[in-house]
């Protein structure tokens, strides 16, 4: 695993430790003796992961923090606070400052890297799903990543999974107003209830009789449903060989029992405003696939998809000796409409358009405008006669009932033609295919519109 990791420390033996520690794992690292360098290193350069000290002068790594993660250009780093300090109140207060994790110094070298790996994976996705959401202007990108997810009013819904009931009033307790809290106590139960219900966090607890939670962890995260949902370990003193091997598996977080509230608050807040963040890109990223393929106006797939799929069915009636047929069908006169009555009137007929053409077609068949006012419908296992009957199925339901557009709902008579062919048997292609429904759409609009013509060959 490689990664850019930067140390922060005014302290050059510390620097010096770290670095080593880092280099033997690969790592690249960069360091910084205060706080200004490493916010302008944050800003300037590929950071991974920050290890930042708590003690420095002037700006002390709490301040470090808060500014790193209040600018949407660094706020996605991850950030890991090493001190001195031990008190609760400290790593409390790192976290309220938008840390992801707490170390204490003498630093054990295997949380150290356990960490800092885990760390890195998340990074690594959430900077996939940032860039690919950037390919786009459309998402508000920007707006996006400058939301304070962690100050929404929306409680988190999360579930704990803990067979001691002493436990469980305790954390309900803590979380009370906080948290809209579920319990089991069963952990085979628990699975799948992680796996039917929305979950922003799962609190898992090491101190099951007979069940090793590290199993359960693993089944989270080998499910596409749980696989991103945050995971934290509520563990006991001496169990630090169980926690490394859970942050290896992909949880995100521990806790160590006795569980401070302000704590157990805080880490949980963090969860759930990471999983916020990385679920509005994933949610951006299925938004600009969505407008890469789809045509804004009739809400159809756009010609760019067309060209990707049509080839695919074709390929794939082809290879198994299915057939497949296709219209194209163009709007009578429409240049006249738009005349007659603009073009926000002409973006009416064509919504309406799409809708009763939809309505007339299967699923499994791909309705597409191909550009203005023609549209094409792909038809699988649809031989050509039937296709023709679909074709004036749709041609007679255009004719049949007026357009009603404008403010006043004005009615206006509207017709179509729709040309046909289907996949020939033996040797044919997409772009002959295409030809001879182009050809039939030509003989019908020639021949007198608002009618269907169907080319075999």
Do not use: W
């Not at 898992?204 to 934290?232: E, H, N, Y």
């Not at 679920?279 to 045509?295: F, K, W």
């Not at 794939?316 to 009137?345: E, Q, W, Y």
């Not at 033996?426 to 003989?443: C, F, S």
């Amino acid at each position: 695993m490689t990664a850019r990791i930067l140390v922060v420390d005014d302290i050059p033996a510390n620097v010096r430790l770290l670095e080593v520690r880092l280099l033997a794992e690969y790592f690249e690292v960069l360091t910084a003796t205060n706080g200004p360098d490493a916010i302008e290193t944050c800003e300037n350069g590929k950071v991974d992961v920050v290890l930042l000290d708590v003690m420095m002068p002037d700006m002390d790594g709490f301040e470090v923090c808060r500014r790193l993660k209040s600018d949407p250009a660094t706020s996605h780093i991850p950030v890991v606070m090493i001190t001195a300090l031990d008190q609760v109140s400290d790593r409390v207060r790192g976290l309220e400052a938008g840390a992801d994790d707490f170390l204490t110094k003498p630093v054990n070298d295997l949380q150290l890297m356990t960490r800092v790996k885990s760390l890195v994976r998340l990074k690594s996705l959430t900077d996939e799903l940032r860039l690919r959401a950037s390919t786009t202007r459309n998402i508000g990108i920007e707006e996006l990543l400058s939301r304070n997810f962690a100050s929404e009013d929306t409680t988190p819904k999360v579930l704990l999974i803990d067979e001691r009931k002493s436990s469980v009033e305790r954390i309900q307790k803590m979380l009370r107003d906080r948290a809209d809290l579920d319990v089991t106590h069963d952990p085979h139960a628990g699975f799948f209830q992680a796996a039917e219900t929305s979950y922003e966090c799962v609190m898992i607890s090491t101190a099951f009789a007979d069940f090793d939670p590290l199993r359960l962890c693993s089944q989270l995260r080998s499910l596409d449903r749980t696989r991103f949902v945050p995971i934290i370990l509520l563990a006991e003193e001496g169990e630090e060989e169980r926690i490394i091997r859970g942050l290896e598996l992909g949880i995100n977080d521990y806790l160590m029992r006795p569980i401070d509230q302000q704590e157990l608050t805080a880490r949980l807040r963090t969860q759930v405003r990471r999983k916020r963040y990385n679920d509005q890109l994933r949610a951006s990223v299925t938004q600009t696939i969505e407008m890469a393929v789809t045509d804004g106006l009739p809400g159809l797939h756009n010609r760019r998809y067309l060209d990707s799929h049509l080839q695919t069915l074709f390929d794939r009636a082809v290879a198994r000796r299915r057939p497949l047929s296709v219209m194209i069908t163009d709007l009578d006169r429409f240049k006249a409409i738009n005349d007659a009555h603009g073009h926000d009137g002409g973006d009416e007929v064509l919504r309406e358009f799409a809708r009763r053409l939809r309505k007339n077609v299967r699923g499994i068949d791909l309705a597409c405008r191909f550009g203005g006012e023609e549209f094409v419908v792909v038809m699988p296992d649809t031989e050509g006669a039937v296709a023709e009957k679909v074709a004036e199925r749709i041609r007679a339901e255009i004719a049949q009932a007026a357009f009603a557009i404008g403010q006043d709902g004005k009615a206006i008579e509207v017709t179509v033609s729709v040309g046909v062919s289907s996949v020939l048997k033996g040797v044919d292609t997409v772009a002959a295919l295409m030809k001879r429904a182009d050809l039939a759409l030509y003989e019908a609009k020639s021949g007198g519109r608002n009618r269907v013509v169907a080319k075999a060959a």
